[in-house]
């Protein structure tokens, strides 16, 4: 059996919670807690972990910002494509039509706001419609 001397030590109050907190979860006394965690701390091998564990949050992080990018991609293409398609597709007003058009252009700006208020407060986007609308995709994975 290994031989063991009583210290005493001040630690901050929501370290000292947390480690009460995992140690009720592991149902184990908090010295035990406390001899694990330096036990990890001061081992040879506690950067190679530390180091694996960067590795791995840098690599979602990664897939993250290359799913935002290909997000904003199709945003910014879904967009041209719409103004391309509307400038050319759209004749020109005569000049006794343009205050009614402007005033059923308010209109529909309105509308537009209110159908884009009520589509973001739904957790279903562009992207899940786009990839549940191409036949044989999947939606993308989320994190």
């Keep these: ?9 001040r630690l901050p109050e929501d370290l000292v919670r947390e480690a009460s907190e995992l140690a009720a979860r592991r ?8 001899e694990m ?14 180091e694996a564990a960067l590795g791995r949050r840098l690599d979602r992080l ?4 290359e799913r935002l990018e290909r997000h904003a991609t199709i945003a910014n293409e879904t967009l041209a ?6 400038l050319t597709h759209t004749p020109p007003l005569p000049d ?3 205050t009614a058009a402007q005033a059923k252009g308010r209109e529909r ?9 009520r589509r973001l407060a739904r957790s279903r986007g562009l992207m899940d419609e786009l ?3 191409v036949p044989g995709r999947n939606s993308p994975k989320t994190e």
Excluded: C
């Design 109 to 117: 700006y309105d509308g537009f706001i209110e159908a884009l208020g």
């Design 1 to 9: 059996m290994t031989r063991r001397s009583k210290q005493t030590y």
């Design 81 to 86: 494509l719409f103004i391309r398609f509307w």
């Design 37 to 50: 965690a330096l036990t990890l701390y001061l081992s040879p091998d506690s950067s190679d972990r530390l």
């Design 131 to 133: 990839t549940s609308e």
């Design 96 to 98: 006794t039509a343009q």
């Design 62 to 65: 990664n897939r993250q910002m």
């Design 27 to 34: 149902r184990v006394p908090l010295g035990s807690v406390v």
